[in-house]
């Protein structure tokens, strides 16, 4: 069993950038893809971006295009949210998740494992 420990939420404000952090327990944590998901208010959650155990692949949602990075550190049991030019409509709480699979889910059903989440707020 993985269990999950995003950081790094906060408020900042359009434009600004932050970095999510997401600590896995375990000894496997190069066994699994990793993505991360987030949720605004009345909305479902969503997928942002993904990561094969390697690191060597990455896959992302069209809204984060660009701005958002995914990064892994097997040696930490880490991954890494870097979130840059940011705007209001990503508020939300962003979600950390890991899959014991070679592929890279990018839906929810992928995953099996789940953080609390960390909220991010930005401010126009």
């Known amino acids: 069993q993985v269990q999950l420990v995003e950081s790094g939420g906060g408020l900042v404000q359009a434009g600004g950038s932050l970095r999510l952090s997401c600590a896995a327990s375990?000894?496997?944590?190069?066994?699994?893809?990793m993505g991360w998901f987030r949720q605004a208010p009345g909305k479902e959650r969503e997928f942002v971006r993904a990561i094969s155990r390697s690191g060597g692949s990455t896959y992302y949602a069209d809204s984060v295009k660009g701005r958002f990075t995914i990064s892994r550190n097997n040696a930490r049991n880490t991954v890494y949210l870097q979130m840059n030019s940011l705007k209001p409509e990503d508020t939300a709480v962003y979600s950390c998740?890991?899959?014991?699979?070679?592929?890279?889910?990018?839906?929810?059903?992928?995953?099996?494992?789940w953080g609390q989440g960390t909220q991010v707020t930005v401010s126009s």
């Open positions: 375990g000894r496997t944590f190069s066994s699994y893809a």
């Open positions: 998740a890991a899959a014991l699979t070679s592929a890279v889910p990018t839906t929810e059903d992928g995953y099996d494992y």
